[in-house]
């Protein structure tokens, strides 16, 4: 099996480009790293991160990439006219070095629809908080935790979905569900959505590299 080759573009602490790193090889690793056959490696490694890409030189996300032997690049937004040449730069970066599938993973900006058109139905993001509810321009971190415990609901959760030209509103690849307590905050909430968050993201990259995921309209199906 080809190994997928994954960018995340980051631009914080990446708590969930840790997550992609670590789950990135079966547990097997350790025997196999022994055996330099590259082959049966590709058989065994479903996607691999192979760039790390932020637009914030002060994020934590670029030393984990850096400790896991990861080619790290700062891309400044503020460097360039307008977002479509951000956008432009981007791509060029990441053909250049045959990137199949990008991974927002804390990515504060919006990118331009030129980007999403590039890697159409390749790149995802993953949200904290049950889509399509608690989404759209605005709705981001503790944004997101406020506006569920405002609203009362009992559930909240996170989501991988792949990105299209709207904003949080591409098919939905999974979900992972958690409950809302009496007495929660936005932190509290936080940190419960996080931890599912860093299993969500592994769970759904694998699925994409696998070539088990069929989009049809606004929908992202798992083949069996
Ligand atoms: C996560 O909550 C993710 O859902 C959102 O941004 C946050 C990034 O956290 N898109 P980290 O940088 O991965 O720790």
Redesign the pocket.
Same mark, same amino acid.
């Not at 590709?42 to 670029?62: F, M, T």
């Not at 790290?72 to 040449?85: A, G, Q, S």
């Not at 199949?100 to 999403?116: E, K, N, R, S």
């Not at 299993?199 to 199906?221: D, E, M, N, R, V």
């Given at each position: 099996m080809k190994v997928t080759r994954v960018a995340v573009l980051?631009s $914080? $602490? $990446?708590?969930? *480009?840790q997550a992609l790193i670590d789950n990135q090889r079966p547990k097997v690793k350790l025997q196999i790293a022994k055996c330099s056959n590259e082959s049966l490696w590709g058989k065994l490694q479903n996607y691999k991160i192979s760039l790390v890409i932020s637009n914030n030189p002060e994020a934590y %996300?670029l030393e984990r990439a850096g400790k896991a032997g990861i080619e790290t690049l700062i891309l400044t937004d503020k460097k360039y006219k307008n977002r479509l040449e951000y956008a432009k730069a981007l791509v060029k970066e990441l053909k250049k070095r045959n990137i199949d599938a990008v991974c927002l %993973?804390?990515f504060m900006l919006i990118l331009h629809p030129y980007f999403v058109r590039n890697f159409k139905n390749r790149v995802l993001n993953?949200?904290?908080a049950l889509l399509p509810r608690f989404g759209g321009e605005g709705m981001?971190g503790h944004h997101v935790h406020e506006a569920v415990l405002k609203s009362g609901v009992k559930e909240s959760g996170?989501t991988v979905h792949f990105v299209d030209e709207g904003c949080d509103t591409g098919p939905i690849i999974l979900q992972k569900k958690v409950r809302v307590r009496k007495g929660d905050t936005p932190d509290t909430l936080a940190k419960r959505v *996080?931890k599912y968050?860093h299993i969500a993201y592994p769970q759904a990259l694998k699925l994409f590299a696998s070539g088990k995921l069929k989009i049809k309209g606004k929908k992202a199906k798992i083949e069996k």
């Amino acid at each position: 099996m080809k190994v997928t080759r994954v960018a995340v573009l980051v631009s $914080g $602490g $990446g708590s969930n *480009l840790q997550a992609l790193i670590d789950n990135q090889r079966p547990k097997v690793k350790l025997q196999i790293a022994k055996c330099s056959n590259e082959s049966l490696w590709g058989k065994l490694q479903n996607y691999k991160i192979s760039l790390v890409i932020s637009n914030n030189p002060e994020a934590y %996300a670029l030393e984990r990439a850096g400790k896991a032997g990861i080619e790290t690049l700062i891309l400044t937004d503020k460097k360039y006219k307008n977002r479509l040449e951000y956008a432009k730069a981007l791509v060029k970066e990441l053909k250049k070095r045959n990137i199949d599938a990008v991974c927002l %993973a804390g990515f504060m900006l919006i990118l331009h629809p030129y980007f999403v058109r590039n890697f159409k139905n390749r790149v995802l993001n993953i949200h904290p908080a049950l889509l399509p509810r608690f989404g759209g321009e605005g709705m981001y971190g503790h944004h997101v935790h406020e506006a569920v415990l405002k609203s009362g609901v009992k559930e909240s959760g996170c989501t991988v979905h792949f990105v299209d030209e709207g904003c949080d509103t591409g098919p939905i690849i999974l979900q992972k569900k958690v409950r809302v307590r009496k007495g929660d905050t936005p932190d509290t909430l936080a940190k419960r959505v *996080l931890k599912y968050e860093h299993i969500a993201y592994p769970q759904a990259l694998k699925l994409f590299a696998s070539g088990k995921l069929k989009i049809k309209g606004k929908k992202a199906k798992i083949e069996k």
